[in-house]
């Protein structure tokens, strides 16, 4: 039973573009959702994060955008890159034993 | 200049043969998880390292060990490997737990194939 769901195993998206990436979770008791980014052959890097207190969280071209009461978060990246072609996986936090419950992963692909 | 190294990249071991991947941090940091990773699957937690304190996720099955000898490293022991543990091994850090504002510092992976 999967408590973090990121339905899109993929997602295509022109250079300069918009890329919206979205994770869904179940357990209302979670309170903190990371994105972390991951390239072939390298372990996952932490992109960004959102705390339950905020709707949204800005870094650069990234923004989080949280919506507590349909239990979804996205992730928004503008304009995108070829570079940021990668696994985007979404992460929440899963209660005082510090385990993060991670999403299966979209791939997105940026073309030039 | 990688701050969580882990060893090898590659494994590959016999099914039923015992082997141990491991993993270091430069970071200091008072936790070390393990997660293991399949093939279109999210990352699932095997257990954790608080310092010395060591938590087990309930699902995780007794094959799998883990131990730190110290801050630095903390190694995933499995006892008789299955086919069905080919997997890719994450070994991640955190400064203290996982609370706002702490993210989780992740190695390469070691990918292990059972034959």
């Known amino acids: 039973d999967q408590q973090v769901k990121q339905n899109s195993p993929s997602l295509s998206v022109q250079e300069g573009r918009i890329s919206i990436l979205n994770c869904d979770y179940t357990?209302?008791?979670?309170?903190?959702f990371l994105w972390y980014k991951k390239y072939p052959a390298e372990g996952p890097t932490f992109l960004i994060s959102i705390s339950s207190i905020k709707d949204k969280n800005e870094d650069g071209r990234f923004t989080v955008f949280l919506n507590k009461s349909a239990k979804h978060l996205s992730l928004h990246i503008v304009p995108s890159q070829p570079g940021d072609s990668a696994v985007y996986f979404c992460a929440a936090f899963g209660g005082s034993q510090g385990n993060l419950i991670f999403g299966k992963g979209t791939k997105l692909s940026v073309k030039p | 200049d990688a701050m969580v190294i882990q060893n090898p990249r590659y494994q590959v071991t016999q099914f039923g043969k015992p082997v141990t991947l491991s993993c270091s941090q430069t970071?200091?940091?008072?936790?070390m998880y393990w997660y293991q990773q399949k093939s279109s699957q999210a990352p699932k937690l095997l257990f954790h390292y608080y310092d010395k304190d060591f938590n087990n996720e309930a699902d995780t099955p007794d094959n799998f060990q883990s131990r730190r000898p110290n801050t630095s490293f903390c190694f995933l022991d499995i006892r008789s490997p299955g086919l069905g543990d080919a997997a890719m091994y994450l070994c991640?850090?955190?400064?203290?737990?996982?609370?706002?504002?702490?993210?989780?510092?992740f190695g390469q992976g070691t990918r292990l194939t059972v034959v």
């Open positions: 970071l200091n940091h008072n936790v």
């Open positions: 991640a850090t955190s400064r203290d737990r996982l609370v706002m504002n702490t993210e989780a510092f």
């Open positions: 357990n209302s008791m979670f309170d903190y």
